[in-house]
């Protein structure tokens, strides 16, 4: 099961990612043109469970869950989350790093402030911490969907109730990556609800800087 789940949950340690944009598969896993470079990556699960699941930690903590379709044997989703320590801040998102990386500054990366499902990972955590997600269909890719979960840490949120106007994208840094299938993510997380932002469209995979 994803470690976000369909459901809000605590963030535990979160996960580091793996994925990387790639021309060919590497061990036989991708998910559109981005592959997985970690071949102790294998999902488990019974014979007839409609998905297969696998939850790896990597030497700095940080977290990768994996999900493949039984059937087909296509990864549907990838989420990598960081657990709060700067040795795991590194992303291999270009340009977006852990715990520095701002909701605006992803907004602006991806040219929209993107769309939310139903069930995607939103609100208040039981430690007083804020979690918003923003989703994006990744364009030239057919059909994978980029879910930025950002957090508001439990110090910031209260430093902010005694501010006139706060500002969330400025309090909301990078907290977990998300790749997935459109389909799984509407069946895991109840479907959208809507895209708020009129300048949204498809983004391209942000690009490192020279």
């Given at each position: 099961?994803?470690?976000?789940?369909?459901?809000m949950k605590?963030i535990?340690?979160l996960?580091?990612?793996a994925f990387?944009a790639a021309?060919?598969p590497?061990?036989?896993?991708?998910?559109?043109?981005?592959?997985?470079?970690?071949?102790?990556?294998?999902?488990?699960?019974?014979?007839?469970?409609p998905?297969?699941?696998?939850?790896?930690?990597?030497?700095?903590?940080?977290h990768?869950?994996l999900t493949v379709?039984?059937?087909?044997g296509?990864?549907v989703?990838?989420e990598?989350?960081?657990?709060?320590?700067?040795?795991?801040?590194?992303?291999?998102?270009?340009?977006?790093?852990f715990?520095?990386?701002?909701?605006?500054?992803?907004?602006?990366?991806?040219?929209s402030?993107?769309?939310?499902y139903?069930?995607?990972?939103?609100?208040?955590?039981?430690?007083?911490?804020?979690v918003?997600?923003?989703?994006?269909?990744?364009d030239?890719?057919?059909?994978?969907?980029?879910?930025?979960v950002?957090?508001?840490?439990?110090?910031?949120?209260?430093?902010?109730?005694?501010?006139?106007?706060p500002?969330?994208?400025?309090l909301?840094?990078?907290?977990?990556?998300?790749?997935a299938?459109?389909a799984?993510l509407?069946?895991?997380?109840?479907?959208?609800?809507?895209?708020?932002d009129?300048?949204?469209?498809?983004?391209p995979?942000p690009?490192?800087?020279?």
């Amino acid at each position: 099961m994803p470690l976000w789940g369909g459901r809000m949950k605590r963030i535990g340690g979160l996960i580091g990612l793996a994925f990387v944009a790639a021309t060919q598969p590497v061990h036989g896993q991708e998910l559109g043109p981005f592959s997985i470079g970690m071949s102790f990556v294998q999902p488990r699960g019974a014979p007839d469970q409609p998905y297969l699941n696998r939850a790896v930690t990597d030497e700095h903590g940080n977290h990768l869950a994996l999900t493949v379709d039984n059937k087909t044997g296509r990864v549907v989703y990838l989420e990598a989350d960081w657990n709060q320590k700067p040795e795991g801040a590194v992303s291999d998102v270009p340009g977006m790093t852990f715990g520095k990386t701002t909701l605006d500054e992803i907004r602006a990366a991806m040219g929209s402030n993107g769309f939310a499902y139903n069930g995607a990972p939103t609100g208040r955590t039981q430690d007083g911490a804020i979690v918003l997600s923003n989703a994006y269909e990744i364009d030239k890719t057919g059909g994978v969907v980029a879910v930025f979960v950002t957090r508001v840490s439990p110090e910031r949120a209260r430093a902010a109730q005694g501010q006139a106007d706060p500002k969330p994208g400025q309090l909301a840094l990078l907290d977990a990556v998300i790749l997935a299938d459109p389909a799984y993510l509407a069946q895991l997380w109840d479907g959208k609800f809507g895209r708020p932002d009129p300048t949204y469209k498809p983004a391209p995979w942000p690009k490192a800087k020279p």
